[in-house]
């Protein structure tokens, strides 16, 4: 990282115990401390570029948090303040104390819940929105269906959205894609990542890929455009689409929206 520092963001996340997820939220001030130093050290970078809460804690009042990562970049040891799956009032409180820069939850074709409230609330208050799992992790390339066997660790094993059964019923998207993707030439990926790019010029979607070409691919979205009548045509065939099961599994969920 130390040669390219200048060239990249350095994103980070402080709010697990441990940071662990399966030990629960900490987002106590001096866990943020601790998160931090040990971020900055393991980075080899004096500072972080954004630093971002992974959930919002019930246990410590969001203006704690927003007070301490505040300090921080008083202290030059962070540059911007992020949240990531919050709802309208944790960011409107956090706000107020420290200024959100980005907020990353997830949005896509298949889940479209933050247009509802989060995407009005940012552009009211110029937040960035950073949407992760924008291919509906890898479903929308159109590389899974019914019949897919997914690692015995991957967690979509335990995703109500990709039973077998919502697979099957959740085609209907895959193949809204598809058809426009066969018209433009491009991919499934790259339409969906396009259509993000398409909703607000503030929308900075992050795919995630262990390979060189679906990341080459990835990048390939941006000289994808998309027409006011591809974007009513998408539009107006993903909502004759009812996707079907939850995102995330009963015990997740709690920790969504808050």
Known sequence: MEPFREKVVIATKFGFKEGKPALGLDSRPERIRETTEAGLKRLRTDVIDLLYQHRVDPNVPIEEVAGTVKELIAEGKVKHFGMSEAG?????????VQPVAALQSEYSLWWRE??????????????????????????LTGAINESTKFDSTDFRNVVPRFTAENRKANQGVVEVLSGRAAEKGVTNAQIALAWLLAQKPWIVPIPGTTKLHRLEENLGAANVELTADDLRTIEAAVSGVEVRGARYPAQLQQHLGR
């Open 114 to 139: 933050p247009e509802q409230e989060i995407l009005p609330l940012l552009e009211e208050l110029g937040i960035g929105f950073v949407p992760f799992s924008p291919l509906g992790k890898g479903f």
């Open 88 to 96: 309208v009032q944790s960011i409107r409180r956090a706000h107020a």
